[in-house]
């Protein structure tokens, strides 16, 4: 009896497995097709200053449906991605595409400070990747400055071959900027933001959540963005779902905010929109451009 009941769960043990050895396997080869006939797309939410209630900038997320998986969520195909090496392709498209969407809202008036892109350590660690940044910043005639690139703390310690404080250093000095994202979880450590060039921290929004009634979390924040202001780091709270919240990390000395409270991820054409909406257009800039 035991032995059948242990085999019939082993059965349903390697069911499941292989369920998702196949689902990884269907989604590995799907995306290489994606990418290799352009059906990614990018989302981009924007990041308030919020006293000034301007946009002054935004982070591009990508975005994939496919025919037959549907809708994939980044988390998943981000993975799978890193896994295969397809974010070395993958992320090449984000940054050329990135770029491209900075310059064709300056074009038309909608003015925004700089435009935010995530790269993965997989993908910056591949030699050529500084030279690849600099082509595409040629390319698209970008303003180094103008490009925020948002690694997390995982480059700290996935693969010591090359050393991230070298490459993020390489980075730096082609001028664009680079922020530490989902700030706070993780294996955090405060040395990180003295041995990388860090221009911007972003506060991970576990943080954020439930802010409102928990004075240790306020004070942890507030910790935090004083720590960060002193060391001439900039700051977004990330994960800002209600004004109450949004008032509360700007109350803090954080007003740069990114979140559904401001508004939620959104594709090229209605970020136009909104962005014209909140920040109006520069028709001179518009003329000009
Ligand atoms: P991330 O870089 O930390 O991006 C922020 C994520 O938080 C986005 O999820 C965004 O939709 C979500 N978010 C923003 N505000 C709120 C809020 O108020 N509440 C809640 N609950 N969520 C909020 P998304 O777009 O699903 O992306 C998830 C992650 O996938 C990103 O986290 C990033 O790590 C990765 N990712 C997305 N696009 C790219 C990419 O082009 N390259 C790389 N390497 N990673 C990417
Ligand atoms: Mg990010
Ligand atoms: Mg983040
Ligand atoms: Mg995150």
């Given amino acids: 009896q035991a032995k059948a009941e242990s085999g019939s769960s082993y059965r349903f043990y390697a069911t499941r497995m292989n369920e998702q050895t196949a689902r990884r396997g269907q989604i590995e080869i799907s995306l290489r097709e994606a990418i290799e006939q352009g059906n990614l797309h990018l989302n981009f939410q924007p990041i308030m200053d919020f006293p000034q209630g301007r946009i002054v900038s935004c982070e591009a997320l990508a975005r994939w449906s496919d025919p037959k998986l549907g809708v994939v969520h ?19 498209w984000v940054l050329r595409e990135t770029c ?22 997989r993908q910056c660690r591949e030699t050529g990747f500084v030279n690849q940044l600099q082509n595409i910043l040629g390319e698209t005639a970008t303003e180094p400055s103008c490009l925020q690139l948002e690694i997390t703390e995982s480059i700290m310690f ?10 993020l250093q390489a980075i730096s000095a082609l001028g664009v900027k680079i922020s530490l994202d989902d700030f706070g979880t993780g294996y955090s450590s405060l040395s ?16 954020i959540k439930d802010i409102e009634g928990d004075p240790d979390g306020q004070a942890l ?7 960060a202001r002193s060391l001439g780091i900039s700051v977004i709270c ?3 779902e209600t004004r109450e919240q949004c008032s509360l990390v700007s109350s803090f000395g954080c007003s740069l905010i990114q979140g559904f409270g401001i508004a939620r991820p959104m594709s090229a054409e209605n970020f136009r929109q909104y962005l014209g909406r ?7 800039a518009a003329r000009a451009g």
Avoid: H, W
């Fill in 158 to 167: 996935d693969d010591q071959r090359v050393n991230p404080v070298d490459i």
């Fill in 278 to 284: 909140i920040n109006g257009v520069d028709n001179a």
């Fill in 192 to 207: 990180y933001l003295k041995r990388l060039p860090i221009d911007t921290l972003k506060v991970d929004r576990t943080f």
């Fill in 74 to 92: 980044p988390v998943e195909f981000i993975k799978i991605a890193e896994e295969s090496g397809l974010i070395v392709p993958l992320g090449e």
């Fill in 221 to 227: 924040v507030e910790a935090i963005v004083s720590m």
């Fill in 100 to 121: 491209a969407f900075f310059q064709s809202c300056n074009q038309n008036g909608l003015q925004l400070d700089s435009i935010s892109a995530n790269i993965s350590p």
């Fill in 238 to 240: 990330e994960g800002a």
